[in-house]
Structures are given as structure tokens and as C-alpha cells.
């Protein structure tokens, strides 16, 4: 790339190397952290250098940058803090009564931490109310800024997306109905591709701010992307930190990991309990930008039952017509999943000699037809180890994960040991969600990695029952690693170690050379025979590639990457505005990170369609 050449994309960075190590502080049980932490909100007002560690950070979402931002170090949060209170004029930073404690984390890391709330009064805008967290530390004899954590709340006059009447069924049915498939309403505010979790959040966000929106989703029901999955498909994460928008998604009887079932009967109802603007069926192909009139032209086909009488084909399929449609948004979001829910496929020679059935884990459903045959899952991670349960359960006479690297694995106890404390039946889920995100997130992988390092060494013997089983296990998963870099890779115990443990489900490390006539072969000349192989592989971690093909090349290669981190350990492309390409957004993540960033996705629109476009932040302080 020339000198003088822009790049869209932004380069990743490894989010180990972004930032200092964790301080090492102690704090008394009878410190006064009230008045700590109102003295530290009050040098907000005008903040200076000699009140941060020297090692400070500061995080912004969208307050004052207008976009996701991190600084590091007392010198860098100065100069930034000084040129955006310059331009958003802040005032009124009051500590919110009642919050502040001390954290203690371990024995060798406590700190006083607040939430306070400000307003900011930039020339001839609207007012912006937010909110944000501190964090202090002693320092030698005095008592130091750690991190400050700024969020936009609400805009003067635009309402709250953090709130939302919940419909009658009659009147949900109106609101369906007035812009559903079946109107002629042809413009919306915003064009949404994708109707899972990440789509429903943002539909839900958006209609809290008065935003008309569509959801174009492929599936023929709500909820279907988790239907059309495995029949033993659960989540491997609780339904508390599940959930969705405004609460409710799930029922008391719903189990601590949901099924597909559970999943997709709350979706129905979220929908329906707030009239989200749904048109199923429908396939995005097409998006075009117009930058005279600043609208996106997006094409859609629509698949619908040919007739109400004729509802079986002689395949047993019911037979539909495919329509074509032309919607205009000034805003397109894709919300089509990390990948794009484009299968990863790892080219293996030889595929044609072998004379067993071979399919993605995206096209798996069960492993009942494949009683007393001999399995193979290529792949170790959360879905491999599903599926391996699966074949167990059927009767299969074999069943073989095929291990090439150390698989992180963490046990349930880990799981529930972090996050039941904070996600909750009764818990304060948007405050335990401004919480989890007010860290940088280079300091909580740091603690994460910390605190499971202790977890990890107090249950040798789980660990060691799966290494004696031949299955090479990576005993202190690093969290942050796997969800926010590697999208992935991981496996969150639910039952499927025991069976490795037992010998139900062997494991044949090695790297697969080829296939053969009767499975597969390795690099060090070994044989694994199959009847069956399944490819749980994942998908292509990057939505730009997906989008890319129905924005086209030109738009396509002005998109920002979707997923891991840059030199700030902000995650690219989500939530936030693009270099290259006005008025388009990302949105992915598993159902916590959707549910909380999507109110801040939906803010950053309003404002724009209110003419009030956030100014966004992008130079490095002091240039």
C-alpha cells in the first residue's frame, strides 16, 4: 500500500500485548471509599495528569468520541479528556449515592469503584446524558484514578432505548401488520439483514427510539436459524446472561441451558410482545448506496406458499413462489452472525475415494440414522463435542474426535463460579451489563486470566482424567482469547468431557493428510476408518465477507473487518461507524454482547436521522 492509499480495514492486533500488567493494591476494611471516590468524580470537572496512575486508561462508548475508543497512559487520557470536554463542554458529574465499594478480585488486587453520571452541552447540539464508572487505587500515600469509563445514555428529546411498552396481542398484530411483507410500504429508517439475536435486539432498540425498521430474515419462523440446528443444540451459556432486551426472554422453566426450543419460543415472543417488524422468508441480494441522497436501495427475494390448498409437493415440501421486492433505508445493518454463517471448510485431498457420507456441522441435525456406524468430527470445540454426545446417545459403534491443537476447555464450575454472582434470576441485568463493559478489555482479560489460572489449579484431577483419555486439554482457557480473537475454538463443559473420560468418544490426534476409500489418513501415516465424517469447523470469522457480497466489490472493499481487536483492544467494525462507508454497521456477538450494544448502535442512528450525527473521534490525542 502507497504512502498516500487509505485503508478501510483495520489491522488486528493481539490483545496480550495492548496494555500494562494489573496493579498489585491492597485496600483496609475501613477505608472510606464514599468520599474517595467523590473526590475523584469532582477532578473530572478538570482533570489533570497527577490525578491518574501513571498508567491510566480511559474507555469511551460513543459519549464523548462518537464512537468505541481506549487511551492509555496518564499523558494520552489527559490530552484526549481535554480536547473532547473542549468540544462536548461536560458538566454536572455527580456521584451517584449509594455506588461506590471496594472491589476485591484476589488477595493482591482491590480497588474503589463509583458510577457517576454528567451531562454534555456541546454548541448548538442536543444534550447528551451519560453515565460512567471509576476506578481508584492507592498510590504510595495518596489515592490515584485507575480507569474512567464513559457511556452516552440518552439524547435530549429522543426517548430511552432502554425501555419499551410491551403490546397487547391486538395491538402488536396492528403494528405487525401496517409495514409487514404483505403492505406496500416500500421505506423504512432501517434495513436490518439478519433476524437472530443480534437482528431482534437492535429491531427492539430501535422501536424504543421511534425508528421504523424491517428485519430481513431467511427463515420461515421466528427463531428458525436456532431450529434449523442440531435437535440436541443447547446453549453453553446460562439463560440469565442470555437474555434479551428489557428481560423476559426466557421462562422459569426454561432450563439453565437452553435448548433451540427455548431459544426460539422466546424469540416468538419477544416479537410479539413488542410488534418487531419482522418479514421472514426474505433473502437480502442486493444493496446499493446512493450518496447524493445519502439511502440505501436494498433487494430482496421473498419465498411464500404457492397456495393455501396446495400445501405439499410430491417431495413432501411445501411448494412456494419467490418474489422480488426493492426496499430504501437511509441505514443497513448486517446482523448475519461473526461468520456470516459461511462454513469453514479445511481442504483435505482425496475427498472423492472416500465411500462414507461427509457433511458441515451448519447441515447436521442427528445422529439417529447413523446407529451402529462408525463417527468421525473433525474439530474439538463447542459444537464438536455436541455433536460427539449426539452419536453416543445414537448407538453408534465408534465415535472419534480428530484433535490437531490443544483444545481450551472450560468446566461448568468455572462458568457458574464467574457469572451466576452477576447474571441472575433477579438481578439488575442492563446495570450488571454497564459493568462487564466498562472495563477495557485487555484489563478484563487479564483478570479473567487471573482468576481461572486459581480456579484451574484447584481441580487437577478433571483436567488430568481428559489428558489420560489422550485428549490434549489447554487447562487455563484464556476467555477473552477465544471469544473476541479466535471467535471461537473453545468448549464449555456440559457433558460431553465425562464420555471422552470414560472412553465413549476417543480421540485420534494428528494432522488429517488425506482421505482414503475407507476415512481418513494422517501426517504420520496412521489410518482412522469411518462411515461417517463431520466437519465441525466452524465458519469464516468475518462479516465483511458476507456483506461484501450483496453491497458488491466496490462498497464491499470500503467495509471495516468484523471481529477482533485493534491497538486500543476495541473490537473492529462492531457497533460503530465505518472509515469508508457512511450509514452501515455491523452488529454479531453472542446474545449478552447483542443485548447491550445494541442500545448503543440504535442511539448512534437516531442521532444521525435526527440531523444530529455524532462527531467521531478518530485522531490520536495531541496531533
Not at 92 to 120: C, D, N, Y
Not at 440 to 465: H, W
Not at 610 to 615: A, C, P, S, V
Request: aromatic fraction near 8%; charge should be negative; include cysteine.
Amino acid at each position: 500500500m502507497g504512502s498516500n492509499e487509505v485503508s478501510y480495514q483495520t489491522q488486528q492486533v493481539p490483545l496480550a500485548s495492548i496494555g500494562g500488567p494489573l496493579p498489585s493494591t491492597i485496600i483496609p476494611e475501613d477505608v472510606d471509599h464514599a468520599s474517595i471516590a467523590a473526590r475523584a468524580v469532582e477532578q473530572l470537572h478538570s482533570l489533570d495528569a497527577s490525578a491518574l496512575k501513571d498508567d491510566a486508561i480511559w474507555r469511551d462508548q460513543v459519549a464523548l468520541t462518537g464512537t468505541y475508543r481506549t487511551f492509555y497512559g496518564s499523558q494520552n487520557v489527559q490530552l484526549a479528556w481535554g480536547e473532547l470536554t473542549d468540544a462536548n463542554r461536560p458538566q454536572g458529574f455527580a456521584l451517584i449515592t449509594g455506588s461506590s465499594l471496594v472491589v476485591r478480585p484476589s488477595p493482591e488486587l482491590h480497588w474503589v469503584q463509583a458510577m457517576f453520571v454528567f451531562k454534555l452541552s456541546p454548541e448548538g447540539r442536543k444534550q447528551k446524558y451519560c453515565s460512567g464508572f471509576v476506578r481508584i487505587i492507592p498510590v504510595g500515600e495518596d489515592w490515584k484514578i485507575w480507569i474512567i469509563s464513559t457511556l452516552l445514555e440518552d439524547i435530549e428529546g429522543y426517548g430511552t432505548s432502554d425501555q419499551l411498552e410491551a403490546l397487547s396481542p391486538e395491538q402488536s398484530e396492528k403494528e405487525k401488520t401496517a409495514d409487514g411483507i404483505s403492505s406496500s410500504n416500500d421505506r423504512f429508517d432501517v434495513v436490518i439483514v439478519g433476524g437472530g439475536q443480534a437482528g431482534i435486539s437492535t429491531a427492539s432498540r430501535l422501536k424504543a427510539l421511534g425508528i421504523s425498521h424491517v428485519v430481513l430474515d431467511r427463515n420461515t419462523e421466528v427463531g428458525g436459524n436456532w431450529l434449523t440446528r442440531y435437535k440436541s443444540f443447547t446453549l453453553h451459556t446460562s439463560k440469565s446472561l442470555s437474555d434479551l432486551p428489557y428481560g423476559g426472554g426466557f421462562g422459569k422453566e426454561a432450563p439453565y441451558f437452553p435448548t433451540a426450543n427455548d431459544i426460539a419460543d422466546g424469540y416468538k415472543r419477544f416479537v410479539e410482545r413488542f410488534g418487531l417488524n419482522i418479514w421472514l422468508s426474505c433473502v437480502a441480494t442486493k444493496a446499493s448506496w446512493d450518496s447524493n441522497e445519502e439511502e440505501w436501495t436494498i433487494e430482496l427475494s421473498h419465498s411464500e406458499p404457492t397456495s393455501q390448498s396446495d400445501t405439499n409437493g410430491d417431495d413432501g415440501t411445501t411448494p412456494t413462489t419467490t418474489r422480488t421486492r426493492t426496499l430504501h433505508a437511509p441505514h443497513l445493518i448486517f446482523a448475519m452472525g461473526g461468520g456470516g454463517q459461511v462454513p469453514s471448510l479445511p481442504s483435505i485431498p482425496n475427498a472423492h475415494l472416500f465411500r462414507g457420507q461427509t457433511l458441515h456441522s451448519v447441515t447436521y441435525t442427528t445422529a439417529t440414522p447413523w446407529r451402529g456406524q462408525r463417527g468421525v468430527i473433525i474439530g474439538t470445540a463447542n459444537t464438536a463435542h455436541d455433536v460427539s454426545a449426539d452419536m453416543v446417545a445414537a448407538g453408534l459403534a465408534s465415535v472419534t474426535l480428530v484433535q490437531r491443537g490443544r483444545t481450551p476447555v472450560m468446566p461448568e464450575s468455572f462458568f457458574r463460579e464467574r457469572f451466576d454472582p452477576l447474571y441472575h434470576e433477579g438481578a439488575d441485568i442492563p446495570l450488571t451489563d454497564r459493568i462487564m463493559e466498562a472495563a477495557p478489555l485487555p484489563v478484563t482479560q487479564k483478570m479473567l486470566n487471573a482468576g481461572i489460572k486459581v480456579s484451574a489449579r484447584r481441580i487437577p484431577e478433571y483436567f488430568e482424567g481428559l489428558e489420560k483419555a489422550g485428549f490434549d486439554v489447554e487447562r487455563e482457557i484464556d476467555l477473552c482469547h477465544v471469544l473476541y480473537e479466535r471467535m471461537g475454538g473453545h468448549y464449555y463443559d456440559v457433558g460431553a468431557s465425562r464420555l471422552i473420560v470414560d472412553g465413549e468418544v476417543k480421540v485420534k490426534k494428528g494432522v488429517v493428510e488425506s482421505f482414503t476409500e475407507k476415512g481418513l489418513r494422517f501426517a504420520d501415516g496412521s489410518d482412522l476408518e469411518a462411515d461417517v465424517i463431520v466437519y465441525a469447523t466452524g465458519f469464516v470469522g468475518n462479516m465483511r465477507h458476507a456483506a461484501a457480497e450483496i453491497v458488491g466489490e466496490e462498497v464491499g472493499g470500503r467495509l471495516e473487518d468484523f471481529w477482533g481487536v485493534d491497538a486500543e483492544g476495541e473490537l473492529r467494525g462492531a457497533c460503530k461507524p465505518m472509515l469508508g462507508q457512511k450509514n452501515v454497521w455491523y452488529i454479531g456477538g453472542d446474545m449478552r454482547f447483542a443485548r447491550y450494544h445494541s442500545r448503543n448502535l440504535a442511539l448512534q442512528i437516531k442521532a444521525d436521522l435526527e440531523g444530529e450525527t455524532l462527531d467521531v473521534y478518530r485522531k490520536t490525542p495531541g496531533e
